[in-house]
């Protein structure tokens, strides 16, 4: 019996080496691919908030992203505050009022704020220049695909630049406090989803090799 028990442990070790093996295998190929694929554009959130800590962690995750020779040429602002979105919100609707420029917002049956029912935002700003767009786009994707690793929804907002180019939305532009030369891009609508929508096709024609 004393001589099978080193026998024994070896093959346990061994077998508990090969588990760890498949497990970290397994999720290698389940990781970022995965979460690729599981990311979606919310447009419904939950009235649950968005603990501060994750969204401090998402924007740290996005400025981990690179940037043109390392120049980190972006900024991000976090507004969590449901008196600043709702503020925000009837300020816009009242200056638009009667334009047709929020009936796309208004025809949500579940309205809540301009900014795609989000309880929480992350704005982002660069300045001009050549690869700016290249570099906030990197910062935005790392943000959304860190999101679902939190299960959290996220959506972008290209509108805020119409939204925030009306004078009435002037003062909370300011409170954003960004940098002198640095304009506002986009923002990211941050939530707990209360949606789940199907991926939409994606047409695998515009992948080509070149020969």
């Not at 969590?80 to 009837?90: G, H, L, M, Y």
């Not at 939190?150 to 004078?167: D, H, K, N, R, Y």
Request: aromatic fraction near 8%.
């Amino acid at each position: 019996m004393k001589r099978l028990l080193p026998i024994t442990l070896c093959c346990l070790a061994t077998a508990l080496a090969l588990v760890a093996v498949i497990i970290t295998d397994s999720q290698r190929k389940g990781g970022v691919a995965e979460i690729i694929e599981q990311r979606r554009s919310i447009r419904a959130y939950k009235e649950t908030p968005v603990e501060r800590e994750k969204l401090q962690r998402l924007a740290e995750l996005g400025v981990a992203a690179p940037s043109a020779m390392n120049r980190q040429e972006w900024e991000i602002r976090i507004v969590d505050s449901k008196e600043w979105i709702d503020s925000a919100t009837k300020a816009y609707l009242a200056a638009v009022e009667g334009t047709g420029k929020a009936d796309y917002m208004l025809r949500d049956p579940n309205f809540k704020n301009i900014f795609r029912n989000a309880p929480a935002l992350i704005f982002v700003a660069a300045p001009e220049g050549e690869f700016a767009g290249v570099n906030i786009g990197l910062l935005g994707e790392n943000i959304m695909l860190a999101a679902v690793e939190m299960e959290l929804g996220t959506c972008c907002l290209g509108s805020v630049q119409g939204i925030f180019a009306e004078p009435a939305l002037a003062d909370h532009l300011k409170s954003l406090g960004f940098s002198e030369g640095y304009r506002l891009s986009y923002a990211l609508a941050v939530g707990y989803p209360d949606e789940q929508p199907e991926a939409k096709p994606r047409d695998l024609s515009k992948i080509k090799f070149v020969e």
